[in-house]
């Protein structure tokens, strides 16, 4: 149980904290008043209050955080301008977040999801500039017999060189994009002697064990890869190529993710692989067995996934927020409370949905429902 919990632990503190402190640094940068700053939820573990008077704590409900301006009714920044104004003295207001202007709003607010993506960003570029990065070329040793590969056309001594227009720079790109495709049909090209060909694979569906050992429906196409004349290329880049591929990961695995999430709304990928916080903590558990590289590189994937999420326009993230300073745009003025709270009711509808699914998702793959 520790096992799993202390690293689940480490990890939300670390991914929730950059993400808070997001908000925080432009929210400081430009004068809004801070009075709290909350890794979890519900009663504090513990706090201490810094010069400026914000409270900075750690509470029981490691499932988020937040930070709480001056003005605000709750932690979700909902506040009456009239009512700010008429309370508050001049010197005040300068400090109140709903009366700065609305790029500065719309800056304090993205600052949350830009600093997760900054995070993934940061351990990447440090993954390829220290460790080094695999670009071993993807060539079929095994075509297993009567498999969607066989059938498709793929032989023994093909070399990948993408999947679905995605290039394979290296061995380990190849079951990434097969588990990452939504499409039906899956295009290979590949390099077979001088010529190459674009071939259409029609993956399988099958229950199978991933590299941690848990049951998950994969792709398969039937083929096993090796290295180009059992030569494994790895190398440390430099800063210039290790900021490139950093950003193109973080690029991929966002765009992928939100390709997969379109894909389970409309039923053409399988909604059971999405998890909530149980599910992190189980496979937190298990990655950190691998030592603290696999550990950091799960971080980035999580923090990447955070700032994904809180941009979705649902009222009580982030993408809510800069949803309604975009109809304040449009307006010119912001909408109504009695509107924003509506919405609000809305969005804590859907995340109490998303909450209960991801739930059920979990407990199902801890054996507990059929």
């Not at 979890?40 to 400026?52: L, R, V």
């Not at 109140?96 to 719309?106: A, G």
């Not at 792709?219 to 004349?229: D, P, Q, S, T, W």
């Not at 995340?351 to 801890?366: I, P, V």
Request: aromatic share 14%; glycine share 10%; hydrophobic share 45%.
């Amino acid at each position: 149980m520790l096992s799993y919990l202390i690293p689940f632990i480490i990890l939300i503190l670390i991914v929730v904290f950059i993400h808070e402190y997001g908000h925080y640094y432009f929210a400081k940068k430009y004068g809004v008043g801070i009075t709290d700053f909350s890794i979890g939820f519900g009663k504090e573990i513990i706090g201490w209050n810094d010069k400026s008077g914000t409270r900075w704590k750690i509470c029981w409900i490691p499932l988020g955080g937040y930070v709480k301006f001056f003005g605000d009714r709750n932690v979700f920044s909902q506040a009456d301008q009239e009512k700010l104004i008429k309370k508050y003295n001049e010197e005040d207001r300068k400090k109140l977040f709903v009366l700065k202007p609305l790029y500065q709003r719309v800056l304090i607010v993205f600052g949350g999801p830009l600093a997760n993506f900054l995070l993934a960003l940061v351990i990447f570029f440090s993954i390829y500039t220290f460790i080094g990065k695999d670009f071993t070329p993807a060539v079929i040793n095994e075509v297993q017999k009567d498999s969607p590969a066989m059938i498709g056309g793929l032989k023994q001594d093909d070399i990948i060189l993408e999947i679905d227009g995605n290039k394979v720079k290296s061995i380990m790109d190849v079951s990434k994009f097969i588990t990452m495709s939504t499409a039906d049909i899956i295009d290979f090209k590949i390099k077979r002697s001088y010529d190459e060909l674009i071939l259409k694979i029609k993956p399988n569906i099958v229950l199978s064990e991933d590299n941690l050992g848990n049951k998950v429906n994969k792709r398969m196409v039937g083929i096993k890869l090796g290295a180009y004349n059992n030569e494994i290329n790895h190398v440390k880049l430099g800063p210039v190529k290790a900021i490139y591929h950093a950003g193109h990961e973080v690029y991929y695995v966002s765009i992928s993710s939100l390709k997969y999430l379109g894909a389970m709304i409309f039923g053409k990928a399988d909604a059971s692989q999405l998890g909530g916080p149980i599910r992190i903590a189980k496979i937190s558990g298990q990655v950190a067995e691998f030592g603290i590289l696999a550990f950091i590189s799960m971080m980035a994937y999580i923090s990447i996934s955070l700032g994904l999420v809180n941009l979705f326009p649902i009222p009580m993230l982030d993408g809510g927020h800069l949803m309604f300073y975009f109809f304040e745009k449009i307006l010119g003025r912001p909408l109504s409370q009695k509107t924003q709270e509506g919405f609000f009711r809305i969005g804590l509808f859907l995340l109490l949905s998303l909450m209960f699914f991801t739930t059920f998702n979990d407990l199902k793959d801890l054996g507990l429902f059929k």
